[in-house]
């Protein structure tokens, strides 16, 4: 699975839109981007995946570059409930999900 | 009900001893994982399986030992305790790899004395 590199942390305004990167530069054409999340104290939670078009869901959207090597997963309205760590995830179909260290989103109020 | 479950919650035991954290999920998902996460962390591969009687190593497998004799239950098992495996551990699950959710279980947390 190709390697991620995301910033360690970032901070946004609350009920403003939230842009999280995620560079894959080594990503192969058949791995899937994911992104999951962890609120405190609790396990990850699904947020979206794509592998090669934009991806829309309730919860958030995920752009992915042309070539795919970056992505960004876009919150459109960050709540307070959204401040959690971000990770971005690549994986080969019939393969394992291996986290990095995630983003550290913190949301203010 | 339907989902992932993991017991006990909450295990305290003592160095040297078996114990075993047990999984069950009722979507009858291909493939399971298990994770560990340590203080201030992020999530470490234990080991995994794409289906039942086949399990692979992770990142982390050493002391631990898992089956998977149904599609439902994944077992952990520690065979002899140590601090160092003082951890939360969750288990996870998913109709696929790659193209499909996990779903992660709440997580149990262990503390070796």
């Known amino acids: 699975d190709a390697k991620t590199t995301q910033p360690n942390s970032m901070e946004s305004n609350e009920e403003e839109p939230v842009h999280l990167p995620c560079n894959h530069s080594?990503?192969?054409?058949?791995?899937?981007i994911h992104w999951y999340r962890q609120l405190p104290s609790q396990g990850p939670e699904y947020v979206i995946h794509?592998?090669?078009s934009n991806v829309n869901n309730r919860m958030a959207s995920l752009a992915i570059a042309e070539d795919r090597k970056s992505s960004t997963l876009i919150l459109h309205r960050a709540t307070l409930r959204d401040a959690a760590v971000y990770y971005c995830?690549?994986?080969?179909?019939?393969?394992?999900?291996?986290f990095g260290a995630g983003t550290i989103l913190r949301v203010k109020s | 009900d339907a989902g992932i479950t993991q017991s006990p919650r909450y295990k305290i035991t003592e160095t040297g001893r078996q114990v075993t954290l047990m999984c069950h999920q009722t979507?009858?998902?291909?493939?399971m994982f298990w994770y560990r996460q340590d203080l201030g962390h992020g999530l470490r591969l234990i080991y995994y399986?794409?289906?039942?009687?086949?399990?692979d190593k992770g990142e982390v497998p050493d002391g631990y030992v898992v089956s998977r004799s149904k599609t439902e239950n994944f077992p952990l098992t520690l065979e002899s305790a140590t601090r160092s495996q003082t951890s939360v551990y969750f288990c996870?699950?998913?109709?696929?790899?790659?193209?499909?959710?996990?779903?992660f279980g709440q997580g149990t947390r262990l503390t070796v004395v």
């Open positions: 979507w009858s998902h291909s493939y």
């Open positions: 399986s794409a289906a039942a009687d086949i399990t």
């Open positions: 080594t990503i192969s054409g058949t791995d899937y």
């Open positions: 996870a699950s998913s109709e696929r790899s790659g193209g499909t959710e996990a779903f």
């Open positions: 794509g592998l090669t």
């Open positions: 995830i690549t994986m080969e179909y019939g393969n394992k999900l291996v």
